[in-house]
């Protein structure tokens, strides 16, 4: 999948993939600040909520609606909405992505499908496994530090796919490709790779040099 290519045209091919899609604000056309598209300059979730009257239960895949969405709205932000079938954990980094994606490959830690999200965060797509053991989310969950941490995202939740513009102007992109939804690494068991590459230091290693 291109990035480049019109977000509809992608919104199109995710639900062969298993995933239920809704049509979400993007960043107006404006010089910056940026507003949301939904008019509301004090919107609170600016670009990342559904359009119009929608609301997270019309996420679908059908895919004459989201034809009609996008017919509509060709600019729309492509979004899906975790469930019981998706989960997203929240890797919050500040290396850059090509080199979390590398070091996360040289541990065979990219099991699960991966898209930068914006300045310093990455999302990975899991199944989530809804008998998560509290203990581990709470352990994975722990802040690694002033600038890392994990974040295991609930249920209900929109989350903005490629090619999804965010409220800087930069577009959101897959770093390691989704195949379909049925064959997502569990929640659990990525959380404790990630723990895994906290403990051994890899996170550690990339952290930018202060200067003394």
Not at 5 to 12: M, S
Not at 17 to 26: P, Q, S, T, Y
Not at 49 to 70: F, S
Request: proline fraction near 9%; hydrophobic fraction near 40%.
């Amino acid at each position: 999948m291109q990035e480049h290519t019109a977000p509809g045209a992608i919104a199109l091919t995710y639900p062969h993939r298993g995933l239920r899609i809704i049509a979400c604000h993007w960043p107006a056309p404006t010089e910056l600040p940026q507003f949301c598209s939904c008019g509301d300059i004090a919107c609170p979730t600016p670009a990342r909520h559904p359009i119009g009257t929608l609301t997270t239960n019309d996420a679908t895949t059908d895919l004459g609606q989201l034809g009609r969405w996008w017919l509509a709205h060709p600019t729309a932000n492509p979004a899906t909405i975790t469930d019981e079938r998706v989960g997203v954990i929240e890797l919050h980094h500040p290396a850059k992505p090509d080199a979390l994606l590398y070091a996360m490959k040289n541990h065979h830690a990219d099991q699960a499908p991966m898209f930068h999200a914006g300045q310093g965060v990455m999302y990975l797509l899991v199944n989530p496994n809804l008998g998560l053991d509290d203990s581990a989310v709470a352990v994975a969950s722990q802040r690694i530090s002033d600038i890392e941490k994990v974040v295991v995202t609930p249920p209900g939740t929109v989350v903005l796919l490629p090619p999804s513009t965010t409220m800087t102007g930069r577009r959101i992109r897959w770093m390691s490709h989704l195949h379909n939804v049925d064959s997502l690494s569990t929640a659990t068991h990525m959380l404790e790779v990630l723990t895994g590459l906290r403990k051994n230091g890899v996170f550690s290693e990339l952290l930018p040099v202060r200067a003394i």
